[in-house]
């Protein structure tokens, strides 16, 4: 996909990455443990001076970010998220194979966890061929390995 462009983050990009989450991501955290207004932000302030973050940009516009972390044999999807009025664009798979090509690359499994209730986002990781490894009482454990 040649409109899609990943850049690093920078400290002004902090808001943007807190309003995808909670587009995207609000519902769920809504089902499983309910979402706090005060919790959220002050949640998002401490993940976004802590993470590496990654903003996705399609034809020029920023429309999610993602965060990834390396092991010396697996690389880690920590979260990924798409404003839902460009998921189902193709970007998010875009993005996801870049993700696992650089971890083929390198001969790293790709892991993640997803939430239970975000049955859509459990097919998308299936469609990538990730594979449910493990799991506790809110999350699946995803693996891909590499090829």
């Known amino acids: 996909m040649d409109a899609l462009n990943i850049r690093k983050a920078h400290a002004n990009d902090s808001e943007f990455v ?3 989450k909670k587009a995207a991501y ?3 955290v809504e089902q499983v443990w309910g979402w706090d207004d005060n919790y959220q932000p002050e949640r998002h ?3 976004f001076a ?3 973050f ?4 399609f034809c020029g516009t920023d429309v999610g970010f993602f965060i990834t ?3 010396s044999d697996t690389l880690k999807v920590n979260q990924i998220f798409i404003l839902p009025e460009y998921q189902g664009k193709g970007i998010g798979s875009a993005c996801m ?3 696992i090509d650089n971890a083929n690359l390198e001969q790293r499994s790709v892991v993640l966890q997803v939430l239970k209730v975000n049955t859509r986002g459990i097919a998308f990781y ?5 594979k449910i490894v493990g799991e506790d009482s809110i999350y699946f454990q995803m693996e891909k390995l590499p090829e």
């Open 54 to 57: 990654h903003i996705i940009q």
């Open 45 to 47: 302030n401490k993940e």
């Open 18 to 20: 807190f309003t995808v």
């Open 126 to 130: 299936q469609r990538l061929g990730f």
């Open 97 to 99: 194979t870049r993700i």
């Open 50 to 52: 802590s993470h590496d």
């Open 26 to 28: 609000r519902e769920y």
């Open 69 to 71: 972390s390396c092991t």
